[in-house]
């Protein structure tokens, strides 16, 4: 019985966290778009600033609704550790972009769903490590 329960809410995190991450990521997609389309800044800096902007969206919602914050914790510590982590994803976001971009010539939107969608097993697995 306890392990059905620890699972369904296992479930319900994951579903909070793909919602959460799905508004992260049409942010980081529209600021994207934007930056690279309409300001004509060069994609890596573009998505820099564009995964930045849906990170602080994504720490706010996370620490809201999507993990069991433990409340004994320092808050300070654990934004640090947020933001120590999402450095490291935004540098693999980039690394993947880039290595699509430069390497395989392939669409930059197109390497940023493929970017997006390897960083955000990372980002799951970081933030339900040290948040919880």
Known sequence: MIDKIKNNKL?????????VGGI???IDFIVLVFLKE???LNEIVANTISFTV?????YIASVKWVFD?????????QFITFITFSIIGLLLNNLILWICID?????YLIGKVIA?????VFNFITRKMFLE
């Open 11 to 19: 479930l319900l995190q994951i579903f909070k966290f793909v919602i």
């Open 24 to 26: 992260a990521t049409i």
């Open 38 to 40: 309409l300001i004509g």
């Open 54 to 58: 849906s990170v602080i969206y994504n």
């Open 69 to 77: 914050v433990d409340k004994d914790k320092n808050k300070s510590k």
């Open 103 to 107: 390497k395989l010539s392939i669409y």
């Open 116 to 120: 997006t969608g390897l960083v955000m």
